[in-house]
């Protein structure tokens, strides 16, 4: 036997080794796959409709499908001279994937509806969201609380209207008072 034999069996054994290796990732992309669905849903939970975030080269877009929530993150690829989108459909399954070629996202970060290319996520996709998960959560944490102030601000505005249209009320309500009570000291005409 010389140098490069490979004794009997060993190289079925090797390639044996190698098909329960390829399941078992298989295995458990497809199980990060599911927990990153969850994620992502989640996020989407907390986002508006056409709602976007931009974060190292990836868009993320938030739009309804019938009544929920979905995410899709956007990548600008090169398309001959030019550059396209691609979509990968988060969560919400095949049902966001059709509604997201026609659905209304931030025109400045996305394709002409109709022109889009979308796809479901793969595991690259998923990866690439999860690394960028804290900055997500941070920007719409961030638009949250903006909310929140703007709520605020809304009130107290809301409070100083009310309470400057009472006060006119009262001289309203006294100046007629007034005047009602000055004919009825004056007597008839």
Request: proline letters at 4%; a negative charge.
């Amino acid at each position: 036997m010389d140098k490069w034999s490979i004794p009997a069996g060993q190289l079925e054994a090797s390639f044996a080794r190698a098909v329960v290796l390829q399941r078992e990732i298989e295995r458990r992309e497809r199980l990060l796959g599911r927990r990153v669905q969850t994620l992502a849903k989640g996020l989407a939970d907390l986002m508006q409709p056409g709602e976007m975030h931009h974060r190292r080269g990836v868009g993320l877009h938030a739009f309804p499908v019938d009544g929920v929530l979905c995410l899709a993150a956007a990548y600008l690829e090169e398309d001959g001279d030019g550059y396209q989108y691609r979509y990968a459909v988060l969560c919400g399954g095949e049902a966001a994937k059709r509604a997201l070629k026609t659905a209304d996202l931030d025109p400045g970060d996305s394709d002409e509806p109709g022109s889009r290319r979308v796809a479901l996520a793969t595991y690259a996709d998923y990866v690439a969201f999860v690394e960028r998960l804290p900055a997500y959560l941070a920007d719409v944490t961030r638009d949250l609380e903006a909310r929140i102030r703007d709520a605020d601000s809304t009130e107290e505005t809301a409070r100083q209207v009310g309470r400057e249209l009472s006060a006119r009320a009262r001289r309203t309500r006294a100046g007629a008072a007034r005047e009602s009570a000055g004919r009825e000291s004056a007597g008839p005409d």
